[in-house]
């Protein structure tokens, strides 16, 4: 198999060698016409959650999106039959609101959007889903949503990757990030990843952010101007883009291997029944 590669923002076409014969698609659905999506015999689906808020001054507003879009075409072009549906920018950034511009989704809002989202890919005969969320604050709504879908089509499979941030951390060595894991918004890790996918929207001369002190175990319920006063948490200036690589890296794999370990599996799950 032979992929070609994303630049400047737009998809390449992917191709597939099957017994001599290449198989040219597109991945997109908002560039794709309706004849390629036939002749793509697509039956399964990715959409990426992400949000439009203040991400400190050295990152620009649509990183979640930006990170949950492009692991969701590098996916994609790897998986057979995967089509990547247009973002939404939007997400719940109530709680991070205080820093200028946040544009946010009520929590009762978005889990409707998400709703209608699965609906009308349900409504298509698309019954595999697969969800890459990119924004902490989406994933209560996005658990809300899923589940309320599961229970009206028992059929769907629904899938979701909730925290790319944790999973990445988890999936990489120990030793690969310097300060507070790679964690905090705008912080060491999620700039990294913006370094190796868009490091031309990244100003690191700017960079700073702060490690706040928050009790182990016990979830505080916090708005985001008690711990910051930076727009961002624990340490950009120690990303670089080799650890932005590595991260892209084991979450592409991860999701790539979960679709492979599905389709082997004919999609079910649990006791087998």
Known sequence: MDLTVSRGGFSL??????????????TLLWEMRAGEFKKGKFDKAIIPIGSTENHGDHLPYGTDTIVALEIAREVASQVEGLFVVPPLYYGMSEHYSMFPISISLRSETLIEVIKD??????????????????????????????RAIKMEHPDVKIASLDAWWISAGRLLPPDTFEVWDGLGHAGEGETSIMLALKPELVDMSVAKGVVPELPAEVEMKWSFDELTPYGATGDPTKATKEKGEKMKKVLVELIVNFFKEMEEKDWKYGAGF
Do not use: C, Q, T, Y
């Open 13 to 26: 076409p992917f191709i597939f060698v099957i017994g001599g014969e290449r198989i040219v698609g597109k």
């Open 117 to 146: 989202v699965l609906r009308s890919l349900i409504k298509h005969g698309i019954k595999k889903i697969f969800i890459m969320n990119g924004h902490d604050g989406n994933i209560a709504p996005i658990e809300i949503a899923s």
